[in-house]
């Protein structure tokens, strides 16, 4: 008799095993590194787990809510002014994106949303946010509109004492950019791994 062959059932058992409970457990999440479809980040009723309604204000000094972006895409970020060097970096490659999409960007609004509103005024987010586009609009507000915010597109931030800053803090954060649709539905998502070229060709699938 074929001694593998009860092995090679346990095993297969084994793995079907594993595979289910993953699935049941969520432990089968997308590769880390790449950006993924709205699949990825659904529940299971079909519902996109992330977005949802928010009440800011905008770099120019408006009230706006997820209602004002109805009709157009958007590209969302969500960081702070201060930050040295990787909040700068993924609106730079949001902003790269953009231009290679030509004409075709005008259906996308690119959006930056702080996470440190006791420095990031409507000032300063208006004077941060011109150096990545015209298009690009900055939205603050108070901590309990952030918080509400930063909480529907499941983003993490946290205040971090920092000796060497002159404001003696820094902000911990997740770096996702988010695809929204027309409706405010999630679309897909894009990490600090993503190149420019990368995430306008993806971007223009969505067009």
Not at 102 to 131: C, L, N
Request: aromatic residues 8%; charged residues 20%.
């Amino acid at each position: 008799m074929n001694r593998l062959l009860p092995i090679a059932l346990v095993l297969t058992a084994v793995v079907a095993l594993t595979g289910i409970g993953l699935l049941l457990t969520g432990g089968l999440g997308p590769p880390q590194g790449r950006e993924t479809g709205a699949a990825a980040l659904t529940r299971s009723t079909g519902v996109a787990a992330v977005g949802g309604p928010f009440t800011l204000v905008d770099h120019r000094g408006r009230r706006v809510t997820e209602q004002d972006f109805a009709g157009r895409k958007m590209l969302v970020y969500f960081g702070f002014t201060f930050c040295p060097d990787v909040c700068p970096t993924a609106l730079q490659v949001m902003a790269v994106a953009l231009d290679a999409l030509g004409e075709e960007a005008r259906h996308i609004t690119p959006v930056f949303i702080t996470v440190d509103p006791e420095r990031d005024d409507v000032a300063t987010m208006a004077a941060y946010v011109q150096h990545f586009g015209d298009d690009f609009v900055g939205l603050t507000g108070t901590p309990e509109q952030i918080a509400a915010a930063a909480k529907a597109y499941r983003v993490y931030y946290r205040k971090v004492e920092d000796p060497s800053s002159h404001a003696r803090y820094t902000m911990d954060h997740s770096s996702v950019v988010y695809l929204m649709d027309t409706d405010g539905t999630f679309l897909a998502n894009f990490t600090h791994e993503t190149r420019p070229e990368r995430m306008a060709a993806r971007l223009r699938t969505y067009l």
